[in-house]
């Protein structure tokens, strides 16, 4: 690499991806740093990835973006969990919400309290116990309350994923970031390190660099054409492989929450934004074909469709390395995860959080880039562990999707999480993965999982304060709510307050 008072970082691709590596790199790498990012018009986006988990606020805050300016330039909505509908059994619902589920007492989480009470018949749907979830069915939203029985609720975004791609660049540009129109022709490799060089365009412009981000999708330009990184198929635990997006009119609930809805051979999105709801129906090629897939999904839409579906082909996976030699994948070209838990972006943005820690001045050294890729590594495969866990514990009878989905051969690291759920009630989060015991343990419960036994410590506690535990957390939270403001109210509010800024 070049002296570190003259570094050049290259971004290949624009859409969500490299936006949000171009904003960070702008905000934090060193001033003395150029990054360029080439894209092409004529290339579009997959851009499907319209909901997003609660550390978005930390990507936004870190950039110090205005939050009613954000939702009014993204014509964003809030989210309060995701809504499984019919996974388990047609007909019947749950919801994986944010925050806290009860109030753990002593030495153990509310999880074992709440087995015991369920042993004991007088345990009631988790949904009495979770804020976020009984404000989210009640269409309530409100930010930054906090009361001695009921933390600040927790909240992430639906938003216009194009929208916010072309937020991002403002941002980015306005701080000296600059963008290259153009199509890549091809990459340049120093022969002897085999480290990427320079791109060149089709109008013959070479756009040289020290260091380089691959944002150019499902097809890998730089890390799978050029460097070879090699991709980890996960079809055998995640065999959807189609998806069918399209956007429709505003109709129905203005929910503060995403909703999963299972369909014969996998399951439709439905993401209420200001403007419009993002739908999209991801199935198994295997058992549904494209034109029913369509036909489907433009059968299940709140209002007018805008547009025709568009198809969307993929393997679910990641890359073996996600930084090889001088180049970072991000996105799609890092791998694919479908949407169920709105994972997507996340995954973006801790890629970059995690490249920031490291930022090399010089040549990249092997020992950094084995911890990223083994980081990288966890963060994916127990994410992908929690993907499988919905579909394979369904009781979804006779339908042939679904019933091969309950004979998958799990991954070794989800069958050891199982049984410790089932023998005793235990869920162990390991290191730094990305969902919570909580999360775990609501969707253990929404899919019929079911644990034999709890921690003995529970019984520790006398009959009458388990009761009074569950009863005061149900009461304290259904209080919460009932002050709460409308989902719409508290938005528009929001939304209005930004348009009076601008002026």
Not at 53 to 68: K, V
Not at 90 to 108: D, K, T, V, W
Not at 117 to 133: D, H, V
Not at 357 to 366: A, D, M
Request: aromatic share 10%; glycine share 10%.
């Amino acid at each position: 690499m070049a002296d570190r008072t003259d570094r050049h970082i290259v971004i290949a691709g624009g859409g969500t991806a490299g936006w949000m590596a171009a904003a960070a790199l702008a905000r934090f790498a060193p001033k003395s740093t150029k990054i360029t990012l080439v894209e092409s018009e004529a290339i579009g986006t997959v851009g499907v990835g319209e909901a997003t988990i609660p550390q978005i606020h930390l990507f936004n805050g870190a950039l110090g973006l205005d939050e009613a300016e954000f939702l009014r330039e993204t014509k964003g909505s809030f989210k309060l969990g995701i809504e499984f509908d019919g996974w388990l059994r047609e007909g019947e619902s749950y919801m994986h919400a944010f925050g806290n589920i009860g109030r753990g007492a002593g030495l153990l989480p509310f999880h074992h309290y709440w087995l015991r009470a369920q042993k004991q018949g007088i345990a009631k749907p988790l949904i009495r116990y979770s804020l976020n979830e009984l404000a989210a069915r009640t269409m309530r939203m409100q930010r930054g309350r906090r009361t001695p029985q009921s933390p600040e609720m927790p909240y992430a975004y639906h938003f216009d994923a194009g929208l916010y791609a072309a937020y991002l660049r403002r941002f980015a540009e306005a701080q000296g970031v600059e963008r290259q129109e153009g199509l890549i022709a091809s990459v340049e490799q120093d022969g002897e390190s085999g480290d990427i060089t320079a791109l060149k365009l089709e109008d013959g412009t070479v756009l040289a660099g020290d260091f380089f981000i691959d944002c150019t999708g499902f097809r890998g330009l730089l890390i799978e054409q050029t460097l070879g990184a090699g991709f980890e198929d996960w079809t055998s635990f995640l065999p959807c492989d189609r998806a069918m997006a399209v956007p429709c009119e505003g109709g129905g609930d203005f929910t503060p929450y995403t909703r999963s809805i299972a369909r014969k051979a996998g399951w439709q999105w439905r993401i209420p934004l200001q403007h419009r709801i993002g739908n999209g129906l991801v199935y198994s090629s295997a058992h549904l074909g494209d034109d029913e897939a369509s036909d489907k999904l433009l059968a299940n839409l709140d209002g007018a469709p805008q547009g025709d579906p568009r198809p969307i082909r993929f393997t679910t996976g990641k890359r073996r390395k996600h930084w090889s030699h001088n180049c970072l994948a991000l996105g799609l070209a890092a791998g694919f995860m479908e949407p169920l838990e709105s994972t997507s972006i996340h995954l973006v943005q801790s890629a970059i959080s995690r490249f920031l820690s490291v930022l090399p001045e010089g040549e990249t050294k092997p020992a950094i880039r084995d911890w990223f890729n083994a980081q990288a590594d966890f963060e994916w495969t127990r994410i992908r562990d929690f993907l499988v866990l919905h579909y394979s514990a369904n009781e979804r009878e006779g339908e042939a999707f679904w019933d091969d989905m309950r004979n998958l051969t799990l991954p070794a690291t989800l069958e050891d999480k199982l049984a410790n759920w089932k023998a005793a009630g235990f869920i162990h989060r390991e290191h730094e993965e990305l969902f919570t015991e909580t999360g775990w343990f609501q969707v253990l419960v929404g899919q019929g999982v079911e644990a034999e036994a709890y921690n003995p410590l529970a019984d520790n506690m006398s009959d009458q304060d388990l009761t009074a535990l569950l009863d005061g957390t149900e009461i304290a939270l259904v209080e919460e709510v009932k002050q709460m403001p409308r989902h719409l109210d508290t938005l528009q509010d929001i939304v209005r307050s930004a348009a009076q800024g601008a002026h």
